[in-house]
């Protein structure tokens, strides 16, 4: 007789951490919730950019403003970062060890400082070809739109900051483990954004 196992939306850490995982059911899910409330803020953005994408008002569009290979290199940055968040989801369930843990967090939060680097780069170029957010609606529109995306991202290295403090004091431990586990499904989130971002903006604005 086959036994019914609830298995949260997260990294399964049932078969090393049972306790952990039991208590990551109602928080991650939880978690879960929240990032459907912030998809629909960001679907919310990404409808008012696509209405205002042509409404330049005789300003400069996206193909004078963007910049595709930075926009490729921002992409690769941020993919990499979700591969090496990965790879320290790997280690906080199988090796538990903090050095690796550590290490694997702060090759993350390295990349999401350059990241945020090349996309403030980026910002100050379009700002010298006349791309302030007051000259159109269309500028407008990204500017509130792409920078939204950088907030979170930011947000998302503070709580890294945070996390890599609290391996360091308390251990890897049950609320690190479930702490890290929502921190990797927000950090995520954003690389599926981001691709959003990526398709509808860049690509579609020098097209």
């Not at 595709?68 to 968040?85: I, W």
């Not at 529109?141 to 996390?163: K, Q």
Request: a neutral charge; hydrophobic letters at 55%.
């Amino acid at each position: 007789m086959s036994t019914f196992e609830l298995k949260h939306p997260g990294l399964n850490l049932g078969d090393t951490d049972p306790q952990a995982h039991a208590a990551a059911e109602e928080l991650v899910f939880g978690f879960w919730v929240f990032l459907m409330s912030d998809l629909i803020l960001f679907a919310l953005l990404f409808a008012t950019y696509a209405t205002m994408t042509h409404a330049t008002a005789g300003g400069p569009g996206g193909r004078t403003l963007f910049e595709l290979k930075s926009a490729a290199l921002e992409t690769g940055v941020l993919l990499a970062s979700s591969f090496t968040f990965g790879m320290a989801s790997l280690a906080m369930k199988y090796v538990e060890q903090r050095r690796v843990l550590i290490f694997w967090l702060s090759v993350t939060l390295l990349l999401g400082a350059c990241f945020l680097g090349l996309e403030i780069h980026d910002f100050l170029t379009m700002f010298a070809k006349g791309g302030a957010p007051t000259r159109s609606g269309f500028l407008s529109a990204f500017f509130i739109l792409v920078p939204t995306h950088g907030l979170h991202v930011l947000a998302g290295s503070i709580w890294m900051i945070v996390m890599i403090v609290q391996i360091m004091v308390f251990g890897i431990d049950q609320g690190v483990k479930i702490r890290i586990l929502r921190l990797g499904l927000f950090w995520h989130f954003l690389d599926i954004i981001w691709i959003g971002i990526f398709s509808v903006v860049y690509l579609r604005g020098l097209a």
